[in-house]
């Protein structure tokens, strides 16, 4: 039988291999990928509490979060394209161009 305790461990475990991924890689594709690793495992405890308490809220507010994190891919990217397109590399160690 699956409880609530399994989907919470597999979503602490994706979150802890999303946190990981973004301390580590120096790729900035790896890292926003990362970054949506971590908010799917958030997603995860949302439903999964949402079905064990017994309402929807939780389910609701995921929509939210997928509509957030779709923006702000879209916005990444945009801002990973234009800084390929001025220093041709996406490493996150040159990121630094950006200060003033």
Known sequence: MITVTHYLMLSAILFAIGTLGV???????????CIEVMLNAVNLTFIALSRHV??????????FVMTVA?????????????FYRNKETLDVDDFNMLKW
Not at 24 to 30: C, E, G, H, P, Q
Not at 74 to 79: E, Q
């Open 54 to 63: 017994g309402n929807l809220d939780g389910q609701i507010f995921v929509f």
């Open 70 to 82: 779709a923006a702000e891919a879209a916005v990444g990217l945009a801002l990973l394209i234009a």
């Open 23 to 33: 301390l580590t890689r120096k790729n900035a594709i790896v890292v926003f990928m």
